[in-house]
């Protein structure tokens, strides 16, 4: 309630806000008008480079090993499906591979980005600000899709795409050169494990042939052959007949031998076995050295903006008008209070 005496026109009501606004219209609208021109002008091209955006969309795929992929799996239910898109699990790890060092370092040194940014290199902290500019120009998301999106800003529309077509070849280079790392030390291993095991199974073999020109052919066959005629012969021919004693010495090189040839029989079929496994993994580990597969599917491709997205002049010029006059009104409150308060104490 206004004191008696007062002058209601300077009295600050809360449920007269219009009324009151209305009293201070002129620096209102000078200050908010001044404060729009200003923000129009200073958001210009003169003073802020305009920055154009360009965006590629990428799907991850679901396909690690080639191999696996497409040749037959002796152990497996089913192979993987190589047109398969990723799901969120592939779509998390294509995006730490995009924010990788090793991406970030192909993209400013093949654009040069110190000198493109403009940064000072003289200054202790360039690199510090060489990658928070990166970061503020080159963004990865991922969308409900399980799609990623690369944008990138750049003051030149065409720098903007080449660079976000260039991040989206990236991950299959990186992805496929660590891949072709460990598949050439897996390849290594397996081609070591092969060669030994196929010089075993010579030796065996130059064993065996070993053992049957001692007469060794089949030992269990020609043992129960040989028991069979000496029997015959020790009946018919006498204990001391000449026959007895050739069929006698034949069973005993097949005993002196035959133990021998029976091992390296049976470690000869388990070696045989063990290549023909070796094998496989062999041609699987050759495949996935020598062929690169394609780490994802780009749906969209970049282009050149014709529109610039960054400044967005006239929310520049909304907010400068809108931030003057709210500060314009607080420093009427204030000042109009401060003027009042002693006439308030003299009354």
Same mark, same amino acid.
């Given at each position: ?75 497996? @239910? ?9 799901? =969120?699990? *592939? $779509?998390?790890? &294509?995006?730490?591979? #995009? ?109 065996? @042939? ?9 030992? =269990?066959? *020609? $043992?129960?052959? &040989?028991?069979?005629? #000496? ?109 009042? @308060? ?6």
């Amino acid at each position: 309630m206004a004191h008696p005496g007062e002058d209601s026109r300077d009295q600050f009501d809360s449920s007269n806000l219009i009324v009151y606004l209305w009293k201070w219209r002129k620096p209102l609208i000078g200050i908010t008008l001044l404060a729009g021109i200003l923000a129009a002008v200073f958001s210009g091209p003169s003073f802020i480079k305009p920055k154009y955006a360009s965006t590629a969309t990428v799907f991850p795929s679901t396909t690690n090993s080639l191999s696996k992929a497409l040749l037959p799996q002796p152990f497996a @239910t089913a192979n993987q499906d190589f047109l398969e898109f990723g799901e =969120e699990e *592939q $779509a998390e790890q &294509l995006l730490q591979m #995009l924010n990788s060092d090793v991406i970030r370092r192909r993209i400013i040194e093949k654009y040069d980005l110190i000198r493109h940014y403009q940064i000072d290199t003289s200054t202790p902290y360039a690199q510090t600000q060489l990658y928070e500019t990166f970061d503020e120009n080159i963004s990865y998301d991922r969308t409900e899709f399980m799609s990623v999106e690369v944008s990138v800003l750049d003051v030149s529309p065409d720098t903007a795409a080449q660079i976000a077509n260039d991040i989206i070849h990236l991950p299959d280079s990186v992805k496929n050169g660590i891949k072709r790392e460990r598949a050439l030390k897996g390849l290594s291993i397996i081609r070591n494990n092969y060669q030994e095991l196929r010089r075993e199974i010579k030796e065996l073999n130059d064993s065996l @042939t070993f053992l049957r020109s001692k007469g060794v052919h089949d030992y =269990e066959t *020609q $043992a129960a052959v &040989l028991s069979e005629q #000496l029997a015959t012969a020790m009946i018919e021919k006498g204990v001391n007949s000449p026959v007895v004693d050739q069929i006698q010495r034949r069973l005993d090189t097949l005993g002196k031998y035959g133990s021998a040839y029976v091992g390296l029989r049976s470690r000869l079929s388990d070696a045989q076995d063990e290549l023909s496994a070796i094998k496989v993994r062999y041609e699987q580990a050759q495949v996935d050295v020598n062929e690169i597969v394609p780490a994802t599917f780009k749906i969209n491709m970049a282009y050149p903006a014709e529109k610039k997205a960054y400044p967005i002049r006239w929310l520049i010029v909304v907010l400068s008008a809108l931030g003057a006059f709210v500060t314009t009104v607080i420093a009427i409150l204030i000042i109009d209070t401060i003027r009042q @308060t002693p006439a308030k104490e003299k009354g």
